[in-house]
Each structure stands twice: as structure tokens, then as C-alpha cells.
């Protein structure tokens, strides 16, 4: 596991080839350690959109493909470091390293935790690299480290979710280390703990098992939902949740408690206005379905649908707002006319985007986008929009 001149020229002369095509070819080059190159050219595949600053720096190495996959964007990283600094840092789950380093910048002393030593000596190594020396890397259960280590400011936690199968898991107590059976016990070690879960996770599940939750962050990447954030602390106190979108135009946020939700006031309307409104991937799974129409001055179109409208433009609103410019019935012909594809989505409708395009013949695709969904009075209809 090392770079020499040459392997740094074949990675080079090859970055952008087909590592299986590569993977067959392999015995054309009986010089090289060619299992070690096809994993750092996929490594550099993967971080070139994914982690671009290391990407940039010549010499990373990079770990077999579970441990690339399962780790955090740069972006999502350089979120997570925002709300952690202080003095001393531990991360019981260090992986490949990238929540590590970008969550150090904020602290003067890190420990890196990880019980595979492969990922020790590649995290030496890229911490090293990238002038990292105050990151400490420990060979170490993360239970084991976290009963030993002496208290510190923050702890950061990222649990495994695949389960002795392989397959992923979403429950709480299904994750290793549990970090409900851990809660106390991270809490008598750090004033503050972040922890990563599951974006499938059920949300209120998830705070009614970890009670001592006061921050929620629910992160979103182009509208796909990639990480669900908690934030542990010694206080009593109404958890709020923050619900952030990174877009190629900015940054959607949107932030409320469970309380507000609770007792916002939500119109429904069985009539469709000039707007159409989709709130963003973050807050469909925070939860904030009353909260965002409440906020907004928006009319809900069914309680289970999800859709917002409106007569005067919403501007800010952190999701997507479409232009209406019909409605009708999946019967309706009229509606369709002309039509040749459109972007479909469903939303609380008894058909699927593959039924109904089987059914209007409709390719993917376009500036028209259909919404197929149920109103207040229970009617199933086609709203028919444009951006």
C-alpha cells in the first residue's frame, strides 16, 4: 500500500479508464501491483465529485470501495464541521477520515477511532498529506476508546448500518455501536455529541430513543436526502430541526420545532391556484408538512399529499414552485394533448409514475411536469405545470 514513480505515472496515464475493463487487462502489466492501483484509480473516480479537495491533492490514498461509499461528502463534511468547535475532539467511528479532518479544523486536539487498521494507515497517511498533525489516530474499538478516554468537548459518532449480512439497516438499536444502550455514557465524556444516521431512519423514532436530542439536521444534496444529523447535549429542551437543501442555485434552509408543527394552523384548499408548491427532500422527512404552509401562507391541498398553492408567487419557498396550467383526470385527453413526455410525481395518489406513464404513454423528460395527487374533497386529479 504505497505509491512509487511508477505507479503515480500508471494512475496518472489511466484516471479516466474503465477499472474493469482495467481489472481484465492486469496481467498486461506484470510490474505494477495492480489491485492496489485499480482501487486508488476508482478511489479518484469517486472523489473527484465527491471530496474534490482531495481529489486535488496528488498522493491520497484511498480505501476499498464500502469504505468510499459509506463515507460523507466534502459538502456534507464541511456542514457537520459548521456546528462543532471547541478544544478537544473525538471521532469514535473514523473510517475513511473525511468527517475527521474537516470537523478538526474547528478544534486544536482530534483523536481519530477506528478498529480496522487498514484505515489507520491510510488516515496516517492523509492526515499527514494534508498537514493534519493534530489528528491522533488510535487503533481502537469505539466502545472500548469511549469507556477509556478522558472527557472531552465534542464527541462525533458515525454508527455502521449494515447489519452480519451485509444489508443496510435503519432502526436505532440495529446500528453498531448502539448509541442508545451508549447515550449516557457519551454524554458523561463530551458536552456535546453529533450523530450520523440513516436518512431512511424514522425521525421520531429516532428522538424518542435518544431523549436528550436538541438539535435535528436533516442534510439534502440536490434534493436527494443524504444524511440525518443528531446533536446530543445536557439540557431539557424542545429539540429544533433544521432542514437543509444544497442546490446549484444555494442553499435552501428551513428550521421549526415539533411544537410549531403541532400547532400550526394549515388551510386545505379543494382548488387548485396559480402556484404550485413542493417543499424540498429535507423537509418531507423532517416532518414540517403544517409548519412550511404556515410560514409561507400557503393552502395544503390534502392532508396526506404533501402540495402546497397559492394566488401570488411565494419567493424563498425551500423546494420547487411550478406555474399551473391545467387540471384535470387521467382520463382527461384534453389534458394531455400534444404531449409527448413530462416530468412525473406522484404524491398521494393511487397509481405509480410507472402505472401512469403505461397509461398516458408519456416519456420521461421535458418542461411540462404532471403532479398526480389527491385534493381536500378527495378528488384524484392531474395538475399539469411548468418551472
Known sequence: MQFTPETIQFIRDHQHDDVRTLALQAKKYPGMDM???????????TAEHKIPSWYAT?????????????CSSELTAQYKASLFSGETLIDLTGGFGIDCAFLSAG?????????????????????????????????KDSVEALNETSPVDCIFIDPARRNEHGGKTVLISDCEPDVEALEELLLRKASRVMIKLSPMLDLSLAL?????????????VQNECKELLLILENADKDASIH?????????QTFAFTHNEEASAITPYTNQVATYLYEPNASILKAGAFRAVASRFGLKKLHRNSHLYTSDQKVENFPGRCFEVLAIG?????TLLAGLSQANITVRNFPMSV???????????GGEVYLFATTLNDDKKVLIKCKR
Open 35 to 45: 489491485p492496489f492501483i485499480i482501487n486508488q484509480i476508482a478511489g479518484r473516480q
Open 58 to 70: 496528488e498522493g491520497i490514498i484511498y480505501p476499498v470501495h464500502l469504505s468510499l461509499e459509506q
Open 107 to 139: 478544534f486544536k486536539y482530534a483523536t481519530y477511532i477506528e478498529r480496522q487498521t487498514e484505515l489507520c494507515h491510510i488516515a496516517t497517511h492523509n492526515f499527514n498529506l494534508l498537514g493534519l498533525h493534530h489528528i491522533i489516530v488510535s487503533n
Open 208 to 220: 424518542r430513543a435518544l431523549k436528550h436530542t436538541t438539535e435535528v439536521h436533516v442534510i439534502s
Open 243 to 251: 432542514c437543509v437543501n444544497f442546490t446549484h442555485k444555494g442553499t
Open 329 to 333: 383526470s387521467v382520463k382527461d385527453k
Open 354 to 364: 410507472a402505472e401512469l406513464r403505461k397509461r398516458t404513454k408519456l416519456k420521461d
